[in-house]
């Protein structure tokens, strides 16, 4: 009896200090939900969007909601956005600094160039010239395995190292970890499921762990440079090869979904399609040189338009932030509210800017000119609530922390699509096909992933 009274009073302690918070005037609205601890983990977990469309209707443009015993504000204003990312926000890092110089000036045009030898490479390998017959694939498993090979030997290593893990290995089980990634964060695997994880991501830190160690390896610049600050501050070889898998994933796991978004919208949208493949074949009839202009800093905004509208569409990351020092977030309506040190700010423009009414009319449809002025010059001018907008889609976050790698994604983008558009006959298999639905799940992921796959057919062009 004593026992069962002792563990009744500590079960509602324990119950009080999970979920005892409490909000202050300054403060935004509070949600914790209605499930101890977890919250709103759950409703969060299987479709974000649609969860803080939710929480919106119910408290405005800013709220905090708990999810699994953390406190996340969630911030949804697309004027407001910026405040968010601001110093108090975020710590400067040297790994940072360092990305940056190497994704950027003659660093940059270097990592482009090797990028385009290996799409050149693998895109031949996968159909020789003399193949006179169709090669059937879905349009993602296409897209995503060849800019994963391409920019895994590009930044991880190449050719002449004897430890070198082979691409299709490293896709193999990257693929697996991929899938398994978004219930991996939320905590949600099955036991089978964890010890599959388990399995690939021991295998893939075994794979990368001679990467960017010796000056022959093979692996980019940047990666060595990686390599060697992770030394000099003395991290462990384990924690070394865990930190270049999450750099795996973060340079190679969003431009091969992006990539098939792009391919989709432009088969299944006639008209996008012929406007991209022309503009695309004035800059072929231009070809003078050795070098191709695609390789070199040649103006394309109607692809640029397309591209953007489709990472509109698909690019879902949620952009978070710590909160290191309390802070006073100053709203673009004049409001004010407290940050708590410690907890996490969070942006998720996809539901706003990128899918809001407001600002982009008819945003479920895929416009391949949104982006364009009548002119054909970039359009830039958005508005909300009468003001221009100075974020009106962020597919690669904002701020300090902003992607470091935008510039060489997109190089790599356009010069994958202008391969295959340009020496390449494509088309979908049944041409009544519609894009497939998105993967609710992956929600706040980075780049979306389609349910299923969209059946593609493709052989070489004779003359190339
Ligand atoms: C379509 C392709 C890509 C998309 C949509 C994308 C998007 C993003 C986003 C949203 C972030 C977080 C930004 C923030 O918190 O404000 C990020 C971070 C980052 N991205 Fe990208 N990215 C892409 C491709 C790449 C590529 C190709 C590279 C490098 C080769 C790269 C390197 C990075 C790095 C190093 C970070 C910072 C990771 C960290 O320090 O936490 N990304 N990216």
Redesign the pocket.
């Given at each position: 009896m004593i026992l069962t009274i002792f563990l009744l009073v500590h079960a509602v302690l324990l119950y009080f200090i999970v979920t005892h918070r409490t909000r202050s005037k300054s403060e935004p609205p509070l949600d914790k939900g209605s499930i101890p601890w977890l919250g709103h983990a759950l409703e969060f977990g299987r479709d974000a969007s649609k969860f803080l469309n939710r929480m919106k209707q119910k408290h405005g443009d800013i709220f905090t909601v708990r999810a699994a015993g953390r406190y996340v504000t969630v911030l949804l204003d697309p004027h407001s956005g910026s405040s968010a990312?601001g110093s108090h926000i975020t710590r400067p890092?040297k790994?940072?600094a360092m990305?940056k110089k190497h994704?950027a000036g003659t660093n940059l045009a270097a990592l482009d160039s090797t990028m385009s030898r290996h799409l050149e490479a693998l895109l031949k390998a996968d159909t020789p010239p003399n193949q006179t017959h169709w090669k059937d694939q879905g349009l993602f498993d296409f897209s995503y395995s060849v800019l994963f090979k391409a920019?895994y030997l590009t930044?991880f290593g190449e050719e002449q190292n004897n430890n070198r893990s082979d691409p299709t290995s490293v896709y193999e089980e990257f693929k697996k970890f991929d899938g398994l990634l978004s219930k991996l964060a939320k905590g949600t695997l099955k036991s089978e499921e964890k010890r599959t994880a388990h399995r690939v991501q021991q295998r893939l830190w075994e794979l990368l762990a001679p990467a960017g160690l010796a000056e022959d390896s093979g692996s980019s610049p940047w990666l060595q440079g990686y390599r060697r600050l992770l030394q000099e501050e003395g991290v462990d070889e384990d924690t070394q090869r865990k930190a270049l898998l999450m750099?795996l994933w973060?340079?190679q796991g969003?431009?091969g979904p992006?990539a098939f978004w792009l391919l989709g919208f432009l088969l299944t949208n006639p008209e996008a399609l012929m406007a991209v493949k022309s503009e695309f074949s004035r800059i072929s009839e231009m070809e003078t040189s050795e070098t191709p202009l695609i390789d070199g800093p040649v103006n394309t905004p109607v692809f640029d338009s397309a591209l953007e509208e489709s990472?509109r569409l698909t690019?879902a990351?949620f952009?978070?932030r710590e909160v290191v020092q309390e802070k006073t977030l100053h709203m673009a309506d004049g409001q004010e509210y407290l940050l708590r040190k410690g907890d996490r700010v969070c942006l998720f423009p996809f539901n706003s800017p990128q899918m809001d009414p407001e600002i982009h009319n008819e945003p479920q449809k895929y416009k391949y000119n949104r982006f364009l002025n009548e002119d054909g010059s970039t359009k830039r001018d958005f508005y909300k609530g009468g003001r221009k907008l100075k974020y009106y889609t962020m597919?690669?976050?904002?701020?300090t922390?902003?992607?470091?790698?935008?510039q060489?994604?997109i190089n790599?983008?356009r010069k994958f699509v202008y391969l295959v558009l340009t020496n390449y006959d494509l088309e979908l298999c049944d041409p009544s096909a519609q894009m497939p639905e998105v993967d609710a799940s992956r929600y706040g992921f980075?780049?979306l992933q389609p349910e299923g796959d969209l059946l593609i057919r493709y052989k070489q062009r004779k003359t190339c």
């Open positions: 990312c890092s790994k940072k990305t994704f920019g930044l750099q973060a340079t969003n431009v992006a990472l690019a990351p952009i978070t597919p690669w976050g904002a701020g922390n902003g992607c470091v790698g935008k060489f994604a790599t983008i980075g780049m």
